[in-house]
Nanobody, 125 residues
Framework: QVQLVESGGGLVQAGVSLRLSCTVS????????VAWFRQAPGKGRAFLGT????????KYSDFVKGRFTISRDKDKNTEYLQMNTLKPEDSAVYYC??????????????????WGQGTQDTVFS
């Protein structure tokens, strides 16, 4: 089993940047696929991106491509979601999630069985 803890959320003005962190259990990046999702009020969870377990490629949703960047510090067991030029519509609870390696770069939240507690980001104009 893997544990995930998100941090870094907050209340920010539109146009600024924010970096979220997802700290996972020791060794988890070698055993699990990790992805980022967000959930806005009244909506389902939306896939944002995932860094391939090998760490050499990233898959993003089209609506964040170019603004959001995922990176990883394996020594710190931490993955980062850098969000630039934030918009009010980016307001949501942000989650990192883990699933078995065989799911690859799946965008479907149902195959990720382990979830962090989420961190709230609110962007005001």
């Amino acid at each position: 089993q893997v544990q995930l803890v998100e941090s870094g959320g907050g209340l920010v003005q539109a146009g600024v940047s924010l970096r979220l962190s997802c700290t996972v259990s020791e060794g988890a990046f070698d055993k699990y696929s990790v992805a980022w999702f967000r959930q806005a009020p009244g909506k389902g969870r939306a896939f944002l991106g995932t860094l391939k377990w090998s760490g050499n490629s990233v898959k993003y949703s089209d609506f964040v491509k170019g603004r959001f960047t995922i990176s990883r510090d394996k020594d710190k067991n931490t993955e980062y979601l850098q969000m630039n030029t934030l918009k009010p519509e980016d307001s949501a609870v942000y989650y990192c999630a883990a699933g078995n390696l065989n799911i690859g770069s799946s965008t479907y939240d149902g195959v990720y069985h382990y979830w962090g507690q989420g961190t709230q980001d609110t962007v005001f104009s």
